[in-house]
């Protein structure tokens, strides 16, 4: 399977990291796979202990749907057509910004996942880190 | 209990295949029986990961509630009767379109879902399934 | 992502169905793919309910430590080095046979699980089916 | 509660990948705090997606009972006094080795866990990454 290797999730992740001090806000990061699966994650001091897992879902829900995370989020809110989407698959998917995925000549090769400022911040440090792959 | 066989899930899964193919939507097919367990299930190429639990728990929502997937979608929004039902269930209801029984003689025999598309799109690709059984 | 295609995971499927038949024992069958996520399954007709999660967490297995699922057994029974990594994993191993990898040119694509049968059957049809590959 | 800071978390990760590949057995190494929560992360070029979850549950099984997972392994096996541990917890506690708590001035600060090799191996990169704290 062709997809992101350590060292690019690492200078991924470092470029999020960089950003998220920039803005000071300490962030859950994580990147996983072209399969969804775990690559790297690292939580910075300060950031929650309830991000690690909204990070990696974040990541994964990248991968499960080939889109970013805030793409998601108009068609689950109450009246939209895909509302209850996040109750559908085991409480693993996150329909919020703040996940991206990493795209190479036009194949997803991983995703970006980012959690525990606003999701303004998320999706900012998620696409500093993106912009690094 | 009696139920669809393989065979009879197969030509609902190749019909609904060939509508999904027909409107250039690749789709997860899943197909249940009359218990609710999963009988078959393909990943037609190109369709999400993420819809792989989203088209079997279609299915089985279709056969846990004996009605398609989207006459539980306006009573489970906010205000409606049983808001909440999505939550209820350890993660495994769908309550929007997708999900169909099959039925034969007013018994249903199993359920079909599908996932990937738009609502309208995973509907009609779901009623072209039901539709060969 | 390069990964098994629908038409190969068919193909796979149709063979182990096809000795399934012949040693008549009807089986539950999953293949997925590099990434460990399913991509098609079916539930012969007389196939265990209870094997459907097994197939498919076999083949999950095969992918998940990049061998066949026989090879894990003897580490973990009592008194193997890794006794107890069944239930290290949230539940979603499978250590005896009926899991294979699906290699190309020495890279895994997919794998195949087979459940329902005994452990020699299981993998009996699972080498059938792999063999296709 | 005083708990590993990530740039510590990184030095004993970063101790135990130059083991790693000292041996040339790529590895999933996880770190987790204080309180029993992921840290860091890395799964290395070539390890196991099937140690991901492992290393992550040995960390945290050497903070959840303050020691390291290679000393539970004798009494969880049948006969052992606590035969069944491994099953009693949701399907997150390894009872073998490769799971090391990181101590300073007699207080546990964090674990490492270590995952894809023999259990030698893990233990050994484990012990690699301990020593770096």
Redesign the interface.
Known sequence: ???I??EE??AVISAAEKKAAEIECPMDIAVV?????????????GAF?GS?TISINKAY?A????QETRHLQEETR??G?????S?????N?VVFPGGIPLVREG???GAIGVSTGTVEQDQEVAEAGASAY
Chains 1, 2, 3, 4 share one sequence.
């Open positions: 399977m062709e997809s290797t350590l999730a690492r796979d072209a399969g969804g699966n775990l690559k790297a994650h690292v939580r910075m001091d202990v690690i829900t991968i499960a749907f080939k109450p009246g057509s895909i509302f209850g989407l109750d559908a698959h085991g409480g998917l194949r997803i090769m």
